[in-house]
């Protein structure tokens, strides 16, 4: 079973609103990356946390997304103004390798429905 | 730029059977870092067994085993003996090193193994 835990597991939002989902990384993981996987199962790679420090993130997240993981919260990421293109599903995963090496943990995700 | 294709789209077996996945990869970086995960039906992302670019020996774990092909790009993940339970997509992923500069894990687009009884 997965030790990265999201919240919600499914979030129906209209165009507009706000969508915010959760995540709690493996414990003593100071890295996490967001993705974005699409219902043609095609990931695309939002941002990534290295504790609470944005290491990376696309042009797409500058804009209408946003994220943080604060120490001793869980990491967020929301969606400020909602589209349908939105809708995907949200997966959070962690690493405890500080370098490049090493592979992630996913949680079951965040399925995102934009009406 | 790098780059993780898988061309099969579906394969479907016979359980207690061996397959094969196919995955070629492309990048310009002397080190790297290859996985393979699947995910199941639920939507879980489960990571399965990797592979990093130095070591010449494949990697081996329980009834997964990989087929690298480093001259060709190539990264196939072989399932033995398989059950009904190892149905799901399997996804393909690279990481390049420290040098690229880049954090992400670049996925493949994922093969449908159905096992059938």
């Known amino acids: 079973n997965s030790k990265v835990i999201q919240t919600p597991r499914y979030l129906v939002k209209g165009q507009g609103q706000k969508a915010k989902m959760r995540c709690i990384p493996e414990?003593?993981?100071?890295?996490v990356f967001w993705y974005q996987q699409n219902k043609n199962n095609e990931f695309k790679f939002l941002i990534n946390f290295q504790n609470q420090e944005v290491l990376q993130q696309i042009d797409m997240t500058e804009k209408r997304f946003s994220a943080e993981c604060p120490s001793n919260s869980p990491c967020s990421l929301e969606i400020q103004s909602s589209e349908a293109g939105d809708s995907a599903l949200y997966l959070c995963?962690?690493?405890?390798?500080?370098?490049?090496?090493?592979?992630?943990?996913f949680g079951e995700g965040s399925k995102l429905t934009v009406l | 730029a790098q780059k993780v294709t898988q061309t099969q789209t579906s394969i479907s077996v016979v359980e207690k059977t061996t397959v094969t996945m196919d995955c070629v990869y492309e990048t310009r970086d002397s080190s790297y870092f290859l996985f393979w995960y699947k995910q199941t039906a639920s939507g879980e992302i489960v990571f399965l067994i990797r592979?990093?670019?130095?070591?010449?020996e494949n990697a081996t774990v329980g009834h997964y085993s990989l087929n690298f092909q480093k001259p060709k790009s190539s990264i196939g993940l072989i399932i033995t003996a398989t059950q009904i339970e190892d149905s799901a997509v399997y996804f393909c992923a690279m990481r390049e090193g420290a040098a690229s500069g880049s954090w992400q894990l670049i996925f493949g687009s994922g093969t449908q193994l159905t096992v059938m009884p």
């Open positions: 995963a962690s690493s405890g390798d500080w370098g490049y090496t090493g592979q992630l943990y």
């Open positions: 414990k003593g993981h100071p890295v």
């Open positions: 592979q990093d670019s130095y070591k010449k």
